[in-house]
C-alpha cells in the first residue's frame, strides 16, 4: 500500500484518495490523479492499494475506508477493479465511489458486440505477450543506450534524444520505452559539441531520428546545483551558454525541439510522439 500525503502543518485533516485496483494500480492512479488536476488548490492524502484480488481482501480494504470515513471527511475512491465480485464489495464503502472500470464497461460490450473477459491485470501485465516483450526490449535498449554509453545498433533506434546534461533525457527515453516501446537513445551535448554547428559525429547519420531538448538557464541551474553545488557546470552562466549553443545547433541541422523546463515527462514524451509522428 502506497501512502502518498500534501497536508501542511497545523491544517484540518485533508481528504482521502483511495485508488483501488485488482492489478498494479497504476491506472487507477493516472486515471484518478488526472481528474484530480482539475483542483489544484485542494489538499488530498493518496493512498494506493493494489492487488485486491478476494473477497476477503475487498472487505478490509472497505472497512479501512469506513474508519476514514468516520474520522469526518468523506473519502474519494478511484477503483479500476475488473471482478464484479470484488467491485460490488468495494462499491459499498462510506465513501464517493468512482468505478472507472465497470462505468464503461457495458457500452464497450454494445459497441463491439462482444463480452469482456473480466480478467484483471490486462492493462500493465503479461496479457499481450508480444507487447509486453516490445516494451521490454526498448527499457534494455534505452537502458545500454542512455547518455551515450553506446553506439551499438544506433541504427535500430527510432529515437535519439540529444539535449545539454540534465534536460530530462534519460527519464524521457525510459518512459517512452516502458510506456510505448519506443527504442529510443539519448545522446548528452557538452560544451566542445558547440566548437561547430554541426550535429555530433556518430550522430550525423541519424539526424532524421534525432530531436533536442531545452530549457530555462536559471532552472537547469537549480537542478545541477543539486548534482554539483558550487562548481562551474551548475552556474548559471554555463547553463545558460549550453542552452543557447544548443537551440543554435538544433536550428541549423533542422532538429525539432522543445523547451521541458515545465513540463512533466509525460508531456514531453507525448510532444514527442507527435512531433516526430512515432506510433505503436
Given at each position: 500500500?502506497a501512502?502518498?500525503?500534501?497536508?501542511?502543518?497545523?491544517?484540518p485533516?485533508?481528504?482521502?484518495?483511495?485508488?483501488l485496483s485488482?492489478?498494479?494500480?497504476?491506472?487507477?492512479?493516472?486515471?484518478?490523479?488526472?481528474l484530480l488536476?482539475?483542483?489544484?488548490?485542494?489538499?488530498?492524502e493518496?493512498?494506493?492499494i493494489?492487488?485486491?484480488?478476494t473477497?476477503?481482501?475487498?472487505?478490509?480494504v472497505?472497512?479501512?475506508?469506513?474508519r476514514?470515513a468516520d474520522s469526518?471527511?468523506?473519502p474519494?475512491?478511484?477503483?479500476t477493479a475488473?471482478?464484479q465480485?470484488?467491485r460490488?464489495i468495494?462499491?459499498?464503502?462510506?465513501g464517493q465511489?468512482f468505478?472507472?472500470f465497470?462505468?464503461?464497461i457495458g457500452?464497450?460490450?454494445?459497441?463491439?458486440?462482444?463480452?469482456?473477459?473480466?480478467k484483471?491485470?490486462?492493462?500493465?501485465?503479461?496479457?499481450d505477450a508480444?507487447?509486453?516483450?516490445?516494451?521490454?526490449a526498448?527499457?534494455?535498449?534505452a537502458?545500454e543506450h542512455d547518455?551515450?554509453?553506446?553506439?551499438?545498433?544506433l541504427?535500430?533506434a527510432e529515437?535519439i534524444?540529444i539535449?545539454?546534461?540534465?534536460c530530462g533525457?534519460t527519464?524521457?527515453?525510459m518512459y517512452l520505452?516502458?510506456?510505448h516501446?519506443?527504442l529510443a537513445?539519448?545522446?548528452?551535448?557538452?560544451e566542445e559539441?558547440?566548437?561547430?554547428m554541426t550535429l555530433?559525429?556518430?550522430l550525423?547519420p541519424?539526424?532524421s531520428?534525432?530531436f533536442?531538448?531545452?530549457s530555462?538557464?536559471?532552472?537547469?541551474?537549480q537542478?545541477r546545483?543539486?548534482r554539483?553545488p558550487g562548481?562551474?557546470?551548475?552556474?548559471?552562466?554555463?547553463?545558460?551558454?549550453?542552452?543557447?549553443n544548443?537551440e543554435d545547433?538544433?536550428r541549423?541541422n533542422?532538429?525539432?525541439?522543445?523547451?521541458?523546463?515545465?513540463?512533466?515527462?509525460?508531456?514531453?514524451?507525448a510532444?514527442v510522439l507527435q512531433?516526430?509522428?512515432?506510433?505503436?
Amino acid at each position: 500500500m502506497a501512502d502518498h500525503t500534501t497536508v501542511g502543518a497545523g491544517s484540518p485533516p485533508a481528504p482521502t484518495v483511495f485508488f483501488l485496483s485488482d492489478s498494479t494500480g497504476i491506472t487507477a492512479e493516472t486515471l484518478g490523479n488526472t481528474l484530480l488536476t482539475q483542483f489544484p488548490g485542494q489538499r488530498l492524502e493518496r493512498r494506493t492499494i493494489p492487488f485486491i484480488t478476494t473477497v476477503v481482501q475487498a472487505r478490509e480494504v472497505v472497512a479501512l475506508i469506513d474508519r476514514v470515513a468516520d474520522s469526518g471527511s468523506l473519502p474519494i475512491i478511484f477503483s479500476t477493479a475488473v471482478g464484479q465480485d470484488i467491485r460490488a464489495i468495494l462499491s459499498r464503502s462510506r465513501g464517493q465511489f468512482f468505478d472507472l472500470f465497470g462505468t464503461h464497461i457495458g457500452q464497450l460490450e454494445q459497441t463491439l458486440g462482444a463480452q469482456a473477459n473480466g480478467k484483471p491485470g490486462q492493462a500493465h501485465g503479461v496479457g499481450d505477450a508480444v507487447r509486453y516483450q516490445s516494451r521490454m526490449a526498448a527499457v534494455e535498449y534505452a537502458i545500454e543506450h542512455d547518455d551515450g554509453q553506446s553506439l551499438r545498433a544506433l541504427e535500430r533506434a527510432e529515437l535519439i534524444l540529444i539535449a545539454p546534461s540534465r534536460c530530462g533525457k534519460t527519464p524521457t527515453t525510459m518512459y517512452l520505452a516502458l510506456q510505448h516501446g519506443i527504442l529510443a537513445a539519448n545522446f548528452p551535448l557538452v560544451e566542445e559539441d558547440f566548437d561547430t554547428m554541426t550535429l555530433p559525429k556518430p550522430l550525423l547519420p541519424f539526424a532524421s531520428k534525432c530531436f533536442g531538448l531545452t530549457s530555462q538557464p536559471v532552472r537547469l541551474s537549480q537542478i545541477r546545483q543539486e548534482r554539483r553545488p558550487g562548481s562551474n557546470y551548475a552556474s548559471l552562466n554555463q547553463c545558460a551558454f549550453e542552452l543557447r549553443n544548443a537551440e543554435d545547433m538544433y536550428r541549423a541541422n533542422n532538429i525539432p525541439y522543445v523547451n521541458s523546463a515545465s513540463m512533466s515527462v509525460e508531456e514531453i514524451s507525448a510532444t514527442v510522439l507527435q512531433r516526430m509522428q512515432l506510433h505503436h
